[in-house]
């Protein structure tokens, strides 16, 4: 299993001028102090004067990334840069995003064999769903979300009794990135269909608990549908491109999971997964499998007449700045 540790950056101190988009006569100066910062934190370039709409870029959003105010996350161990852009002008920082140091209180781990960083969590960005004792399928007991500006962390209690074939289960993730029931699809599992990303990736193989490590699917059919269509609507559907739909499997690299008795995390790199996110809250659903088949779906509801399959709203989740 592939490790990551608390990640610091360091921005050396720097300035750079350039002329701006707007007037040859401008200046921007782009002024970054000294600093280091843990992945949980963040470093803003403060930039002094600009007289137009600045780009920012990393080259390696593996390494760390940036978002449209100029704030650089660390993401992992490495080197990269991240360049701002005005016109036809650009200055560039170099980033170094080092290994070591003491994981924030308000930050996740993966790879620390502990749960106790959950507890230390601000409670009102921690959601959650337990299984109804009148639920239809019991595999799933628990799960818990936060989220912050770079991860999605999910916290997944399932059922021994329920997972008992571990050569492969698949585990999946059902996301409504932008919160909007304009888009998205797949009714099958919650009363709220419109999720836009899938994630599919498995938590066991061989009998072994296995980092996730998913393929990402996007959606493509019509907005409300309740089965996926894995090919792009905008180009004829042949053969070539039946699996249009299938984004960036096997890179996402940071999908940790830990197993603690019945119990596993996950973390994922938020910017890696190829979907427009709404930057307060999204909606997120989960479902376990046995030989292929769902045997436990959080959240549910009990199972009335109503409601047969104990259906329920995808949890809504606030996101932590």
């Not at 949980?40 to 370039?45: A, E, L, S, T």
């Not at 009714?187 to 836009?196: Q, V």
């Not at 960036?248 to 938020?270: A, M, T, W």
Request: proline letters at 5%.
């Amino acid at each position: 299993m592939k490790k990551y540790f608390g990640t610091f950056v360091a921005l050396a101190a720097i300035l750079i001028a350039f002329t701006s988009c707007n007037k040859d006569t401008d200046v921007i100066k782009l002024k970054v102090s000294q600093i280091e910062i843990s992945v949980m934190g963040h470093q803003k370039i403060e930039v002094e004067k600009a007289s137009g709409t600045i780009v920012w870029a990393s080259q390696d959003i593996n390494i760390a990334s940036v978002d449209e105010n100029g704030d650089v996350f660390g993401v992992a161990e490495g080197e990269t840069a991240v360049t701002a852009t005005c016109g036809k002008a650009k200055a560039t920082v170099k980033v170094i995003v080092k290994a070591g140091g003491v994981t924030p209180p308000a930050g996740i781990s993966v790879t620390d064999n502990s749960l106790a960083d959950w507890e230390a969590l601000p409670k009102e960005y921690v959601f959650s769903a337990e299984c109804s004792d009148e639920a239809a399928m019991f595999g799933i007991n628990g799960v818990a979300v936060y989220a912050d500006p770079i991860y999605l962390n999910i916290l997944v209690e399932f059922n021994p009794d329920e997972v008992v074939d571990l050569e492969w289960v698949p585990f999946h993730v059902y996301i409504n990135t932008d919160n909007s029931d304009a888009t998205g699809g797949y009714g099958d599992e919650f009363t709220d269909p419109n999720a836009d990303i899938l994630l599919e990736g498995g938590i066991y193989s061989g009998g072994e608990p296995i980092a996730y490590n998913p393929a990402v699917f996007k959606w493509w059919g019509e907005v409300g549908a309740d089965g996926w269509s894995w090919t792009d609507p905008s180009v004829p559907h042949d053969e070539s491109d039946f699996w249009g739909a299938l984004v960036g499997e096997g890179q996402l690299p940071i999908g940790n999971s830990e197993l603690v008795d019945g119990k596993f995390e996950i973390q994922l790199v938020r910017e890696l997964i190829p979907a427009t996110w709404d930057d307060t809250e999204f909606g997120i659903g989960f479902d376990v499998q046995q030989n292929w088949s769902s045997v436990g779906i959080l959240p549910n509801a009990p199972v009335t007449d109503e409601n047969p399959a104990g259906k329920a709203h995808k949890i809504q989740v606030k996101i932590n700045k």
